[in-house]
């Protein structure tokens, strides 16, 4: 109950945002729709992404809506996405998904921003099932309805605190089985998630100095024997720098810990938590780019709990000429589920070129090579995916 007040509270003052914000950006300026698609032809040696693998072509449509009203001090945006996956043969993976984001922005006298955000979004995912030598597809809708509030204050001597509250309503469907094999059931349980972050950063020159602290609720609806999910608490604290350099070099460093708490004292511990990122220009048009971090994952776990992940991504990219870039990267990822103790292991390697056809057209050519170990199930998923794709803003 407490979760479910503290979910419509913020639902509630992001509408009030949306009220303050209205009349000054209806006074404002309009920024003209921005309209931008992408169709992509693949090909991938495993389509239904298991130890089975199964060589298959599918193409993939995006969709996205931009429209703006107001100005930098009073504005109300919306954002609007579309995408759509079909599978040539293997029809069980086709995805469907399409979401609607509204925000509101009002900048007050005396250093005080507000920020309400409302969005809703809408996944049709197919999957399949193994049983024994037999692979039986699913089809599962699932409903995110999600309000987050910020509220920015400037305290002076180059000092603001920032206070971010935000809650989220996931509703799971039925699964349905392919050809009626089975009754649809419920597979996967309904959700509720509650978090609020309090952040006070300083600037000096070239640096930015924070410390935050976060707290996140996930309530799960307990759902099968044992439970497929497992309601837990989350709390974290870190310090962060970041440096701009010239150019457009960047570095920043956030190091911490995280206790995350299951229910029914299925787990309890605190782990430590950073992330490290670097971008770097350099000449003849290179650029680096690396990112590595630690920390608890809940949103992607595979886990009825959560899972710890410790990931390291390097890039570099390369501007041959004005309308032509190449990049290249790789990334090696260790995750552990907490509850399943489960460990995988994944290597990831691509390589992209993007040609700009003209100012609202360009077309990109991509490779991406996955390798995947799971210890306990003691199963390697290998992957290699290629495609080219047309991409165009209106």
Not at 9 to 23: D, I, N, W, Y
Not at 155 to 176: F, H, P, W, Y
Not at 301 to 327: H, I, Q, T
Request: aromatic residues 8%; contains cysteine; hydrophobic residues 40%.
């Amino acid at each position: 109950m407490m979760a479910m007040a503290r979910g419509g509270f913020v639902f509630l003052t992001a509408g009030a945002v949306f009220a303050l914000a209205g009349a000054v950006a209806r006074a404002g300026e309009t920024v003209e729709p921005t309209i931008t698609t992408s169709i992509e032809r693949h090909y991938t040696t495993n389509a239904m992404e298991s130890d089975r693998p199964i060589a298959d072509w599918y193409s993939l449509l995006r969709s996205t809506l931009f429209r703006k009203w107001g100005d930098n001090d009073a504005y109300i945006s919306l954002n609007a996405e579309g995408r759509a996956t079909r599978h040539d043969s293997v029809t069980i993976e086709d995805d469907t998904a399409g979401g609607i984001q509204v925000q509101a922005f009002r900048r007050f006298a005396g250093g005080l921003e507000l920020r309400g955000t409302l969005a809703y979004n809408a996944t049709r995912d197919g999957d399949h099932i193994d049983i024994g030598p037999f692979t039986i597809g699913t089809r599962t809708l699932k409903q995110v309805a999600s309000g987050q509030v910020q509220v920015g204050l400037d305290l002076g001597n180059q000092m603001a605190l920032i206070v971010d509250a935000m809650t989220s309503m996931e509703k799971v469907g039925l699964s349905r089985f392919e050809d009626d094999i089975f009754l649809p059931a419920r597979l996967d349980p309904d959700k509720r998630n509650v978090q609020i972050a309090l952040k006070l950063i300083r600037t000096v020159g070239q640096f930015t100095f924070g410390v935050q602290g976060s707290a996140l609720r996930i309530a799960v609806e307990r759902l099968g024997e044992p439970p497929v999910g497992v309601s837990l608490n989350q709390f974290g604290l870190r310090g962060e720098i970041t440096y701009t350099g010239t150019g457009g070099a960047t570095a920043a460093l956030a190091i911490g810990a995280e206790l995350l708490h299951g229910a029914d004292d299925t787990y309890s511990r605190i782990r430590p938590a950073w992330q490290l990122s670097v971008i770097k220009p350099l000449p003849k048009g290179f650029e680096l780019r690396g990112t590595w971090y630690g920390r608890y994952e809940t949103a992607d776990s595979d886990d009825p709990l959560a899972s710890w992940v410790n990931r390291g991504e390097f890039e570099v990219s390369y501007k041959l000429r004005e309308n032509l870039k190449l990049a290249s990267g790789v990334a090696c990822e260790f995750k552990r589920n907490l509850l399943w103790e489960n460990v995988e292991r994944k290597r990831v390697f691509y390589a992209e070129a993007t040609y700009d056809a003209s100012a609202r057209a360009s077309v990109v050519l991509r490779v991406d090579v996955n390798r995947i170990h799971k210890t306990v199930i003691d199963i390697d998923e290998n992957t290699v995916d290629t495609f080219i794709g047309l991409r165009a803003k209106i």
